[in-house]
């Protein structure tokens, strides 16, 4: 991985097989969270980690259908927006913009509010 | 929000009543591996040496009915036993797992992230609610339904919703799912015992295992199951089949008469070598059994699996005994209710529920390096003869129902059931291992009862007083 004004590297495309996601930790990006990096389907997504319910690690969930289930209490979040799907979530996790540039996968920060565009 | 201990304030809390952390003493009632609390004490035990006088051949029919002695059974028979499982293809991978019974006990098989496999209780230890409801599949954790308490594929404890309201002394640590005292597999098949004092597997099979081997091990790379599991519930007590398959080639001409008639090629019945058939009986004295005729040209009653073996190979891997008795059309159970038939690749499990009611789990094994038209055939060819649905299964069925359908009746209930067959004619024969008797037997019958006596009539590990 390496940082640059432009995000941080974080994988090779193919280097984080569909349906599964890359735990980026908090040390590597500066973040308060560490970071998911999820695959689903050919598109890439970014989320804070740690479920906004409990302690569990969303990298570890299940991705299916532009969504990530907790693997602990089966919370589902939007990997494009971090809002919660559907209950014991209320809260959303902190999203992030993910770009894939000349064959590798940058991380970019989201702003403090949520949801990226 | 403040948080406030009230350790040792309150009143006592019940789920830390642990003779070892300085609880009430459990001398009368103690504790069960992995449980921090007393075990409930048990009922007194009832003497089973007066319902069995095997000397005689004598059963009497109470211990296929009688509510105590299922409860004694529970205790005394399944909970120290060696259990059958699940076969290890079940798992090829951390995550999967597979749900089943160890006596009334659910319990669920895994495969942790170090692809060790490890068993626990289906019960989690807030309310005791099955923390996984599915068959089978592949999961990074499993949570319970009710109030979230969620744990890993090592059976550990990682999430407690609310867990701020828990008092300071709440140790998540102490209350992981409780794990089987011992788990080990013998050629590809799984076994577990709550019992940390059982001997190992290997030994708990005993002499068995040269007559497993005929089945385990006519292939290199071993076996594998195919499918999934059928599952059935039959109106009857586990013993009758476990019994059976331990035992009884004697029924086979009768019962399954209309069953060899239609799988006779000309149509007009088997042949009277095959009525007629000589074999042995295999008694192990720690209650298992097998029997199986005997036949210079051993075959697979299947055409494409029977053109599939090379004998003469089979010959040299597992010596002419084994080929030409133990791998025929033979039955075999391994105490207390894992039973197989090595010529259709039916293994299966009588789960007992209640002494008048049975599950019958029943997996098709085949050898790995099998084509797969040759474990297609082989598939077919035990759903045929004793699938949920098989001709020969059904026949069996209708008997354990229809023997266990009388057994509350107070006169027919309580009789002196005939055990006798074979008596006295009990030996080693030079050829196969251990005692064993003629085909047409009740001897490996005898056997399983006498370890069942034995065990019933044994206070259990958890019984005894903790040092």
Redo the contacts between chains.
């Keep these: 991985m390496s940082t640059t004004s432009t995000g941080i590297r974080v994988a090779e495309v193919g280097g984080i097989e569909d349906g599964e996601a890359l735990k980026v930790p908090a040390e590597t990006t500066g973040h308060s969270d560490a970071i998911a990096v999820f695959h689903d389907g050919g598109a890439y997504y970014a989320l804070d980690d740690t479920c906004s319910?409990?302690?569990?690690s969303l990298s570890?969930?299940?991705i299916e259908d532009g969504e990530v289930e907790c693997?602990?209490?089966?919370a589902r979040f939007c990997l494009e927006s971090g809002q919660p799907q559907c209950m014991?979530a209320i809260a959303p996790v902190r999203a992030h913009r993910v770009e894939v540039r000349e064959g590798e996968i940058w991380l970019h920060i989201g702003p403090d509010d949520g949801a990226v565009g | 929000m403040h948080r406030h201990d009230t350790d040792g304030t309150g009143p006592a809390a019940p789920g830390r009543a642990n003779s070892a952390r300085g609880g009430p003493a459990t001398a009368s009632a103690p504790s069960l591996p992995g449980s921090p609390r007393p075990a409930r004490a048990p009922e007194p035990a009832v003497d089973v040496g007066a319902y069995l006088d095997l000397d005689q051949g004598l059963v009497d029919r109470t211990i296929l009915s009688d509510p105590a002695l299922y409860r004694q059974e529970l205790r005394r028979v399944f909970a120290p036993s060696w259990l059958f499982l699940a076969h290890e293809s079940q798992f090829g991978k951390p995550g999967d797992f597979f749900t089943t019974y160890m006596g009334e006990d659910p319990v669920i098989v895994a495969m942790g992230r170090d692809r060790k496999l490890r068993a626990f209780l289906n019960a989690c230890r807030h309310r005791g609610m099955r923390v996984c409801r599915a068959d089978a599949g592949a999961a990074k954790a499993f949570t319970c339904s009710y109030h979230g308490w969620s744990y890993d594929m090592a059976g550990k404890l990682v999430n407690v919703p609310n867990g701020a309201d828990y008092p300071a002394h709440f140790d998540r640590e102490e209350w992981g799912l409780t794990e089987v005292a011992q788990l080990d597999t013998y050629k590809g098949l799984v076994f577990a015992t709550w019992d940390p004092g059982a001997p190992p597997l290997v030994d708990a099979l005993g002499g068995m295992t040269w007559y497993m081997d005929a089945m385990l091990d006519r292939d290199p790379e071993g076996t594998e199951v195919v499918g999934g599991v059928h599952k059935w519930v039959l109106e009857g007590n586990w013993k009758l089949a476990a019994e059976q398959f331990a035992s009884d080639w004697y029924h086979v001409n009768i019962s399954h008469a209309s069953a060899l008639m239609v799988m006779s090629p000309s149509g007009k019945g088997p042949k009277a070598e095959i009525v007629q058939t000589h074999g042995r009986q295999y008694s192990d004295p720690l209650g298992h059994g097998a029997g199986f005729p005997t036949h210079p040209k051993s075959r697979f009653d299947d055409r494409v699996v029977h053109g599939h073996y090379d004998y003469e190979a089979l010959r040299e891997r597992l010596g002419d005994a084994r080929v030409e008795g133990p791998m025929t059309t033979g039955h075999a159970t391994v105490f207390p209710n894992f039973s197989y038939l090595p010529v259709n690749g039916s293994i299966r499990v009588w789960h007992p529920k209640g002494p008048d009611r049975m599950e019958v789990w029943a997996w098709t094994v085949v050898d790995r390096s099998m084509p797969e038209e040759v474990r297609n055939a082989q598939r077919l060819y035990n759903l045929r003869t004793f699938g949920p649905t098989g001709i020969f299964e059904q026949d069996d069925g209708e008997n354990w129902s229809e023997c266990q359908a009388t057994t509350h009746g107070f006169m027919a209930g309580s009789m002196a059931l005939n055990y006798q067959m074979g008596m006295g004619l009990q030996a080693e024969d030079g050829v196969h291992p251990g005692t064993t008797g003629h085909l047409y037997s009740d001897g490996a019958a005898r056997g399983f009862y006498a370890r069942w006596r034995d065990l019933m009539n044994t206070p259990a590990w958890h019984e005894k007083d903790t040092p």
Excluded at chain 1, 53 to 56: I, L, N, S, V
Excluded at chain 1, 71 to 74: L, R
């Design positions: 319910h409990g302690q569990a570890e969930g299940w693997p602990m209490h089966s014991p």
